[in-house]
């Protein structure tokens, strides 16, 4: 290959040499010159191909260098480039294994100078490991919780998770093929006021001893806050505790099985403290744990961050086929059904082996209503989303409670009533979404206020169609065969569209920015014609807005 050719007469040239006697990479051997000190390297290309670049070990950890530091790992390994922020160009490899080179060695040399305090305190986290815990609950401050221990036979998976009740576990997890464990552990929740620093001794601890050392090093009130703990947890009759220390930087804790003779034979709380903390105690074993938010504020805001989320309204989504069931998912992904809210999900029609080609939904859910397919799906995927199945007719809920309702049916006879109801003042606002033609197009329309034109605006006065992306001379196709079996043929990439305009205009209209209400994204360019994206301007003779 002509890239690793330039590569090995760029790295001899910069005084590098090939070491053949290392079979399991190209290895080559050389110096990194940082700071005037001539630091020995291996040069790792451990992909020939260099979609992941070249990897640089230090031979030896250089004395100046603090036992623990940013970028450089127990291995030795050096990090001078972050994962996914540059790659490595094949046309010009020579010039690119310079500059790793080169990145390598002002990295070094930072370190060297110690001017990397902050980068460490981001990296406590791969020092530090541990076995994941998830927290689910919504007020993490300084209190006391219950951790289970969760396990899934089939993969093997086990972790502890924190949550408020053992019943909220189970009916989260259970249904997924976990198995929860019924008696508990205390989990003791212990904010902390600074960041967590790397330690220089003993690190990352294995005892408690060495942790609570550490601990009285970097935050001598969080230390004082877990020994008031202990003196708690010497009431208790349990073994196993959990210590999660929380701050606005970063989390991670411990998990500690207490020796049982010893705790019952000492009496006072006071000399058990003194017995672990300064006595045969500090030799106790530790479970390092790193903790990992499940809360649904949490799995739901991180990926909107600064807007607003769809929690706690009342949506009713009508329309469960193809375009309903990938808005769904949106729909909860982004808030619809937590924090008190409800998405009701209406849809009288059962899922046929027809609609298996572009519905969400597979064999798993066959015949069964798709309202109610649809639920138990999602409750799987989000299992603290509050969703309501109705496998009846839409116009059957009364929707005046409901904050926003989306038609997904692609049924213009519908969509025409529920538009007049809206008009005359019956409805919130109303979200329409569909395809046009034969998977042609995707189109979605806001109707929240007068001042704009409603959905029937769509069409002129005598009813023909104004912002079809249909070209003209595209005849209609149907297939199928007798009264219930015609269709028109579109892939599910159409109803995508469909339903992430929908899912955009509703996290529009919730943040106050739903303009242009009417969006078009074209599927098929070459049956297509574009359609510009506005704000409907109201027919003066529109029969159903303008009465």
């Known amino acids: 290959m002509a890239a690793l050719r330039e590569v090995h007469h760029a790295l001899l040239r910069y005084g590098f040499d090939r070491d053949r006697s290392h079979i399991e990479h190209i290895r080559y051997f050389g110096d990194l010159i940082c700071n005037g000190i001539k630091v020995p390297v291996y040069l790792d290309i451990v992909d020939r191909e260099f979609i992941s670049i070249p990897r640089i070990i230090l031979v030896d950890r250089p004395a100046e260098l603090p036992s623990t530091c940013a970028h450089l790992g127990p291995d030795?390994?050096?990090?001078?480039?972050?994962?996914?922020?540059?790659?490595?160009?094949?046309?010009?490899?020579?010039?690119?294994?310079?500059?790793?080179?080169?990145?390598?060695?002002?990295?070094?040399?930072?370190?060297?100078?110690?001017?990397?305090?902050?980068?460490?305190?981001?990296?406590?986290?791969?020092?530090?490991?541990?076995?994941?815990?998830?927290?689910?609950?919504?007020?993490?401050?300084?209190?006391?919780?219950?951790?289970?221990?969760?396990?899934?036979?089939?993969?093997?998976?086990?972790?502890?998770?924190?949550?408020?009740?053992?019943?909220?576990?189970?009916?989260?997890?259970?249904?997924?093929?976990?198995?929860?464990?019924?008696?508990?552990?205390?989990?003791?929740?212990?904010?902390?006021?600074?960041?967590?620093?790397?330690?220089?001794?003993?690190?990352?601890?294995?005892?408690?001893?060495?942790?609570?050392?550490?601990?009285?090093?970097?935050?001598?009130?969080?230390?004082?806050?877990?020994?008031?703990?202990?003196?708690?947890?010497?009431?208790?009759?349990?073994?196993?505790?959990?210590?999660?220390?929380?701050?606005?930087?970063?989390?991670?804790?411990?998990?500690?099985?207490?020796?049982?003779?010893?705790?019952?034979?000492?009496?006072?709380?006071?000399?058990?403290?003194?017995?672990?903390?300064?006595?045969?105690?500090?030799?106790?074993?530790?479970?390092?744990?790193?903790?990992?938010?499940?809360?649904?504020?949490?799995?739901?805001?991180?990926?909107?961050?600064?807007q607003k989320s769809l929690a706690g309204l009342r949506i009713a989504l009508a329309g469960c086929g193809t375009i309903g069931g990938y808005l769904a998912k949106q729909l909860i992904q982004t808030g619809a059904g937590s924090a008190g809210g409800q998405l009701v999900l209406a849809d009288p029609d059962i899922l046929g082996p027809n609609n298996l080609g572009r519905h969400v939904l597979g064999v798993q859910e066959l015949l069964s209503y798709k309202s109610d397919g649809l639920r138990d799906w999602l409750i799987h995927q989000m299992p603290h989303a509050n969703i309501v199945s109705y496998p009846e007719d839409i116009r059957n809920i009364p929707l005046e409670s409901f904050d926003l309702i989306i038609d997904a049916t692609g049924e213009e006879p519908l969509s025409e009533a529920l538009n007049l109801r809206y008009t005359k003042g019956g409805l919130p606002p109303v979200i329409y979404t569909w395809v046009m033609g034969a998977g042609t197009a995707a189109q979605c329309l806001l109707v929240d206020s007068k001042s704009f034109g409603c959905y029937r605006c769509l069409r002129s006065t005598d009813g023909l169609e104004k912002f079809?992306?249909?070209?003209?001379?595209?005849?209609?196709?149907?297939?199928?065969?007798?009264?219930?079996?015609?269709?028109?043929?579109?892939?599910?990439?159409?109803?995508?569209?469909?339903?992430?305009?929908?899912?955009?205009?509703?996290l529009g209209w919730v943040n106050d920015s739903a303009s242009p209400r009417f969006r078009t994204r074209i599927v098929d360019y070459k049956n297509a014609k574009n359609v510009k994206d506005q704000n409907l301007v109201r027919n003066s003779r529109c029969p159903a807005c303008s009465r």
């Open 468 to 506: 079809t992306p249909v070209l003209e001379d595209i005849d209609p196709l149907v297939m199928g065969k007798g009264c219930d079996d015609y269709y028109v043929p579109f892939s599910s990439s159409a109803s995508m569209q469909a339903a992430s305009l929908a899912g955009q205009m509703a």
């Open 76 to 306: 030795n390994v050096l990090c001078y480039v972050a994962k996914g922020t540059s790659h490595f160009d094949i046309f010009n490899a020579g010039e690119q294994i310079i500059g790793c080179v080169s990145e390598a060695e002002k990295l070094l040399s930072r370190l060297l100078s110690g001017d990397v305090l902050e980068e460490t305190r981001e990296e406590f986290y791969y020092y530090w490991g541990g076995a994941p815990i998830l927290i689910d609950l919504e007020d993490v401050k300084d209190s006391k919780s219950t951790a289970w221990h969760v396990s899934h036979s089939g993969t093997e998976k086990q972790f502890w998770i924190i949550s408020s009740n053992y019943d909220e576990v189970l009916q989260k997890y259970s249904r997924s093929g976990f198995t929860i464990e019924k008696k508990g552990a205390p989990a003791y929740i212990i904010s902390a006021s600074n960041s967590p620093m790397i330690g220089e001794e003993s690190w990352p601890p294995k005892t408690l001893g060495q942790f609570v050392r550490w601990l009285n090093t970097y935050d001598k009130e969080a230390f004082k806050k877990l020994k008031r703990v202990l003196l708690d947890v010497h009431k208790e009759k349990q073994l196993r505790y959990l210590f999660i220390f929380i701050n606005d930087y970063s989390w991670f804790g411990v998990s500690v099985l207490f020796n049982e003779p010893i705790k019952n034979v000492v009496r006072y709380g006071s000399s058990w403290v003194q017995h672990l903390l300064q006595g045969k105690g500090q030799s106790t074993k530790i479970i390092r744990m790193q903790p990992v938010r499940v809360d649904e504020e949490y799995v739901i805001n991180r990926s909107l961050g600064e």
